[in-house]
């Protein structure tokens, strides 16, 4: 899942003052569930865009603004309105927004913001987190992530900076290394609070591994249609 | 120019005082406050973008200080350096002349003022201690030879008000272990607090000098709100109320620090200065406590 907030509508307006008519586009994924693109938000956008002055073509939500294959069916059954209208509004994440654009050859605004989770990657029922680092180190550390329950992401022990048990960055969130010290002490291996962990091979989670990862049925199926 | 690192490893009593370069350009005022104290003590201890905020570099600054004859402690944070950067300033450091460092991890980005700052962390400080154990070896940390390798003498920070202590002790020996040679605290008010924590250290096999973080307080108002705010900074209510009751707040608050450097003399190496601002006051404070 990727959250995305909408924009302050200030920002949105400076953006169309080229255009006169808009079509304007929801994302019913994502977007949908972040409360940022789903039907009644792409309502509100016409409405205040009508109100504001501009006339809205059309507009439509689509199920994810990603799908690529899906977007083009949809639009092509309103060709008529977006062909009418100077722009898009595009109210999905950033990858949505992007998406669209390579599909219509006008420009695409983008509505919202799309906002890092943190460490949260999607709907789940429990609080645990994981940062895919690729270099393990729930052994050591009593099973809690150092990367995702330290604010700091500390590998080698407490920065010393809690009070009260309480993270000095996030007031009332628990420091994490406490709550490693509490669990280790727990399960009686406090010795492994000397070990010793070495620097991050950062490469392994800054960027994407290898293409095989990311395949899917939709990248196939656009790869597909590139050739 | 290294009496520093020859006090510590022969076992002698030392005195740094933390020295924070301004925000700006202007260094003349700050370098000229330093001589009354420079004459007295062994090190200045530079800070490194103290809290977070933006200012003119530790490297710069102790380098000026060391132009003026005295020695420092140029302090290193990992906050706003990658591995690259962190080994190249330590490289450069060598080469100004710069001997002792102190590793650090550093506060995060968000308390100072640029929250807006991306927080690197890309090492942590004893991941930076072990990377000053290697450069001084003649390797970076992939292993690669270095045409010259530093002789750097790390030190780290412990916080013996922790509370529970027990994580710092270990952290303490994780620092040892990868090459610390001495140890610097935070601001001490309780000397007990203190002494069980050295007590502890030694117990556990850590045998790192420890300088005693002494900072003079400014006001009754400045100990509640460490108390409340700063980690592991715990000022008894006694001194606070005594604090409160003083006719002359600055003798009153020299007297507490004299008191702490006193009570713990035999428990540490050394004491670290932090007067932040108090500059005028340390040549008394260390007359008083016995240390000049």
């Excluded at chain 2, 509640?224 to 608050?253: C, T, Y």
Aim: overall charge negative.
């Amino acid at each position: 899942m990727i959250y995305s907030e909408q924009k302050p509508w200030e920002e949105i307006e400076s953006y169309l003052q080229k255009d006169e008519k808009l079509f304007v586009l929801g994302c019913g994924g994502c977007a949908a569930a972040s409360g940022s693109g789903g039907e009644e938000q792409v309502k509100d956008l016409s409405y205040k865009l009508d109100e504001a002055g501009w006339e809205v073509t059309g507009s439509r939500v689509i199920e994810f603004l990603c799908n690529k294959g899906l977007v083009g069916m949809r639009l092509a059954r309103v060709s008529n309105q977006i062909e009418e209208a100077d722009s898009i509004l595009g109210a999905g994440c950033g990858i949505g927004v992007q998406a669209v654009g390579k599909l219509v050859d006008k420009q695409v605004h983008p509505a919202n913001d799309t906002v890092s989770m943190g460490h949260f990657h999607g709907a789940w029922p429990s609080e645990e987190t994981c940062e895919r680092c690729g270099e393990c180190l729930l052994e050591y550390t009593g099973g809690l992530c150092p990367l995702t329950v330290c604010t700091k992401g500390l590998l080698n022990g407490a920065c010393g900076g809690s009070h009260d048990g309480e993270c000095e960055v996030e007031p009332g969130r628990p420091c994490g290394w406490e709550l490693i010290y509490d669990r280790l002490k727990e399960i009686d291996r406090l010795d492994l609070l000397t070990t010793y962990n070495d620097p991050k091979a950062r490469e392994k989670y800054q960027f994407a591994p290898e293409m095989d990862q990311r395949k899917s049925l939709f990248w196939a199926i656009e790869a597909e249609q590139g050739e | 120019m290294a009496k520093f690192r020859e006090k510590v490893n022969g076992g002698h009593f030392v005195v740094t005082c933390e020295a924070g370069p301004p925000k700006g350009t202007e260094i003349d005022e700050m370098l000229g406050e330093l001589d009354e104290i420079g004459q007295l003590i062994d090190a200045f201890n530079v800070t490194d973008q103290q809290s977070s905020v933006m200012r003119l570099g530790s490297l710069a600054v102790s380098h000026k200080i060391q132009d003026l004859g005295y020695e420092t402690v140029y302090q290193l944070t990992c906050r706003d350096r990658n591995r690259i950067a962190l080994q190249s300033d330590l490289l450069s450091a060598e080469v100004l002349g710069l001997k002792n460092v102190l590793a650090l991890t550093g506060d995060y980005t968000t308390m100072g003022d640029h929250p807006h700052a991306k927080p690197v962390f890309d090492l942590d400080s004893p991941q930076l201690l072990d990377v000053i154990r290697q450069l001084n070896s003649g390797i970076d940390m992939e292993g690669n030879a270095l045409k010259g390798a530093t002789d750097l003498f790390p030190g780290a920070a412990v916080n013996p008000g922790a509370d529970p202590m027990e994580p710092q002790v270990f952290k303490a020996k994780m620092k040892e272990d990868r090459g610390a040679k001495f140890f610097q605290t935070q601001a001490i008010y309780d000397p007990e607090t203190f002494k069980k924590y050295v007590k502890e250290l030694r117990a556990s096999g850590v045998h790192v000098p420890v300088l005693v973080g002494v900072l003079p307080l400014k006001s009754s108002g400045m100990a509640r709100f460490m108390n409340k705010n700063i980690a592991g900074a715990f000022v008894p209510e006694e001194i606070i109320q005594n604090l409160e009751k003083a006719d002359d707040l600055v003798e009153e608050s020299l007297n507490v620090c004299a008191e702490v450097i006193k009570e713990t003399r035999n428990f540490c190496q050394g004491v670290h200065l932090m007067p932040m601002g108090w500059e005028e006051h340390v040549p008394k404070l260390m007359k008083d406590s016995g240390i000049a």
